[in-house]
């Protein structure tokens, strides 16, 4: 594949099919958009489009490493 890869693409596919019900291809995408770089995971955790996916281990495991990503990035560019 030639084209760029970003993960805005997998954000939208897996909202897409976590609003369809279909859990496991949502997580996939997902998945996929973290590996990419994102990092969302307070608006996953509070917006509906992935209340679906919330009950799901996978889904909070995913946040909570999400979650330490940010927390340390954060620790990281904090000036004195």
Known sequence: DLGV???ATY???AKVF????QGDNAMR????A???GWRRSWWATHEPYF?????RSDF??????VSR????LTESIKTD
């Open 5 to 7: 890869e970003r993960n």
């Open 11 to 13: 954000e939208l596919r």
């Open 18 to 21: 976590a609003l369809e019900g």
């Open 29 to 32: 995408d997902l998945e996929k």
């Open 34 to 36: 973290v590996k990419l």
């Open 51 to 55: 209340a679906s996916l919330q009950p």
């Open 60 to 65: 909070r495991e995913l946040m909570t490493q």
């Open 69 to 72: 990503s940010n927390d340390r």
